[in-house]
């Protein structure tokens, strides 16, 4: 089993940054999993459906992001690739949600939301104007 722990949500202003960290646990072979998956993080905001944010594919490291935050959003993962960035730049209110990462063991190249078997528990992002 992998557990999933977010980190690094918060408040800011619009036009400010922050940087979202996702640190995958658990036993070896499960945690080593998560270098040949497809990863990614998602949101979630009040009243909406979740969407995807950005996703990292194992197969080549391509990445993929939602147009609405194209140019301002950057996915990364330390070398060992258990541990999951985004870094957000030029926050707007709307990007205001619950912000979770999670990883798609069984795939290595990025799909819709039902392929992703561990999620974590999410960290709140608020963005005011």
């Known amino acids: 089993q992998v557990q999933l722990l977010e980190s690094g949500g918060g408040s800011a202003q619009a036009g400010g940054s922050l940087r979202l960290s996702c640190a995958a646990s658990g036993d070896t072979i499960s945690v080593s999993s998560i270098s040949t998956s497809c990863v990614g993080w998602f949101r979630q905001a009040p009243g909406k459906e979740r969407e995807e944010v950005a996703t990292?594919?194992?197969?080549?490291?391509?990445?993929s992001y939602a147009d609405s935050v194209k140019g301002r959003f950057t996915i990364s993962q330390d070398n060992a690739k258990t541990t999951l960035y985004l870094q957000m730049n030029d926050l707007k209110p709307e990007d205001t949600a619950v912000y979770y990462c999670?990883?798609?063991?069984?795939?290595?190249?990025?799909?819709?939301?039902?392929?992703?078997?561990?999620w974590g528990q999410g960290t709140q992002v608020t963005v005011s104007s």
């Open positions: 990292i594919s194992a197969r080549g490291g391509d990445t």
């Open positions: 999670a990883a798609a063991t069984r795939w290595v190249r990025c799909g819709p939301q039902s392929q992703y078997n561990y």
